[in-house]
């Protein structure tokens, strides 16, 4: 498949990353979770974290989605969601299925939630009729390629505790938010009040594995009567939803390589998801600075609809302009009626990629032109 920006799922692995499999796959090792990686991991995370953090790795980001919010809901619960969220338009209906519970979706300009449109949401507590808000969920960055401010998430979190509610973050791509915020996860995560987190890598240069990352004791010392309980009733729950690996320690140690920090000649060297990530960003910003560009001089109808904060650049333009293009390149429309399509940067998009790409739009702008 040619090199394009259909989607940073796309992109390969990390070189880091295969080293660390290879090295992991020199002996045998405990099945399970009962392996020296995933210990080192469970280590690592709390350090990243904080101390109160227990994490679950999983196959993929739907598992870990799902078995967030079954952490924080009951069948008769409900989440409140952004209309875009992965949750709710991109996971075939997973959380309804496996959980029982229901979403509660809102319409927003630019994928992000504020308490005043969550509040809408926020009716018929104690009316055995109704689902009851349990969670509220948003993704970060949005699947619009939009970023919450810390501030906004603080204001989040004390909405739904006011609640008695839990806030779930859908961090898929939190590595590219975090290099955007210029801040630590901890600071973006559990600083805040973030009660769930799902915790992604593939995007960023991992082969496979995500995690399912619970920052309130509450959630897994929760058993299902809703009482607490020392016992860990989450890692059941996570064998019952099919999450379990047999050889764990290729999940952990990819993750492991992934956080750590590591030093090289006395320096130390930033994490392998950091550099990823501030690569990824570097490349969107390059793309949209060459789009700029190229529409100034072509006179093209073409509009960046969203800011472009992290690696994803939605742009709308004439709709035989991208039909064209997609013959050369793979890429999503992502609305088809208003003909925007999305670009999406990987850790291993290269500026070579970014102006061969504006190269083949030049052309098919002047075929637009004739």
Known sequence: MKRGFGSDNHSGVSPEVLEALAKANSDHALAYGDDEYTRRLEGLFKETFGEQARVYLV????????????AMCRSHEAVVCAETAHINVDECGAPQRVVGCRLLTVETPD????????????????????????????????ELGTLYTKEEIKALADLAHSHKMYLHVDGARLANAAVALGCSFKEMTTDLGVD????????????????????????????????????????????????????????AAQMEVYLEVKESKGQKVKELWRRNAEHSNRM???????????????????????????????????????????????????????????????????EQDIYDFIHALRDEIHKFKI
């Open 59 to 70: 196959f993929n980001g739907t598992g870990a989605n799902v078995l967030c919010i079954d």
């Open 111 to 142: 994928g992000k939630l504020t308490p005043d449109l969550v509040r809408t949401r926020l009716h018929g507590f104690g009316f055995e009729h109704h689902s009851q808000p349990k969670a509220i969920s948003i993704s970060q960055p949005t």
């Open 284 to 350: 969107a910003q390059l793309l949209c600075s060459e789009l700029q560009t190229l529409c100034h001089s072509a006179t093209l109808p073409l509009k960046i609809m969203y800011p472009v904060q992290v690696n994803s650049v939605f742009a709308q333009l004439p709709r035989e302009v991208w039909r064209r293009l997609q013959e050369r390149y793979f890429f999503y429309d992502w609305d088809e009626e208003k003909d925007v399509v999305r670009w999406m940067c990987s850790f291993d998009t290269t």
């Open 196 to 251: 769930a987190l799902s915790f992604g890598g593939t995007k960023n240069g991992l082969l496979m594995g995500e995690s399912c990352v619970l920052l309130n004791p509450c959630l897994w010392e929760r058993d299902r009567s809703g009482a607490n309980s020392q016992t860990d009733d989450m890692k059941y729950r996570r064998k019952q939803m099919t999450q379990l690996a047999s050889k764990m320690r290729f999940m």
